[in-house]
């Protein structure tokens, strides 16, 4: 499956105490359509996330951030769903560590990034390694808000402001795990499905505080419809923290974000730790959703910097 992304490498020599590393950059929330793509965004210098690549290029470090499945390139963005994201972190990490010119190689020292739905896909990664991407020299995950519970995560956000996330995140695993929405949606709820699977980000606000009761065949809200088979068992296989990671992680979590439940990030914390992973977990004070990403970017470099260096994080496996 062809999947796009962009490439960065400084132009600086990196000075540091291993050879140039690599972050393969796992981006947040950009939407369904093939418009939202972050390589498209990038484009017309209009990606947010450009902020968390910014400072990893600045710091010397090569970028490689995936478009994921579906964004940019024929079919249905798998959005939320952890296999197909995690496998396109690590193969963004392949693609350019064998890209002609990119100075990177088979030593080069790699390290997994990502926020909300990037923090998943970065987590997922992170456990799919040992088995999917061994090769890869993985020092380490810098994780953020990671949405490891989906049913928790749906519940958390069905009605309020963020009822596109829930949206995308339906289909998406949908989409992933062959199950039809259509005969769960009504005429006005097939009708909204085909406008968001063209959707971005920057929508937000035009689906905020839907009633998603009006737009089932049952009459019941979307978290209460995926909490019923086929979606129960489908939403259940995208959460995370069932394998271990082959490096340590970092988590970087805020305490009121109000998207992705704190307790969830914790959790995974918490299940990395009980099969052996080293943890370091960082509580957040700053507020929101959207208030935690910037502590998450500047947290992240320390780290790298020390795993780079072949230092390790206090682990906070103890008070998880």
Known sequence: IAVTGTVFVPRTPYVGASQRPLISYAPGTQGMGDSCAPSRQMESFFEYEGIGVGRAV????????TDFQGL?????????AREPQGRATLDMARAAKNLQGSGLDNKTPIGLMGYSQGGG???????LAPSYAPELNIKGSAIGAPPADLA?????????TYSLFALFATLGVATT???DPKPFLNAQGQELASKVESACVFDLFSYANLDSSKYTTSGKKLSEMLDEEPF???????????????????????????????AVGKQLGSDWCDKGTRVSFNAG????????????????????????SGLNQASSCWRL
């Open 177 to 179: 795990e062959h199950v």
């Open 152 to 160: 928790k995560v749906g519940t958390n956000i069905d009605g309020t």
């Open 58 to 65: 600045a710091r010397g470090y090569a970028v490689g951030i």
């Open 285 to 308: 004070l700053t507020p929101t959703h959207v208030g935690g990403f910037l502590p998450h970017v500047e947290k992240s470099m320390l780290f790298f910097e020390a795993r780079f």
């Open 121 to 127: 896909a970065a987590a997922a990664a992170a456990e």
């Open 232 to 262: 129960k068992t489908a939403i259940a296989n995208q959460r995370i923290g069932k394998l271990k990671p082959n490096a340590p992680v970092q988590i970087n979590h805020a305490i009121a974000d109000d998207v992705i439940p704190y």
């Open 72 to 80: 940019g390139t024929p079919g249905s963005h798998t959005y939320m």
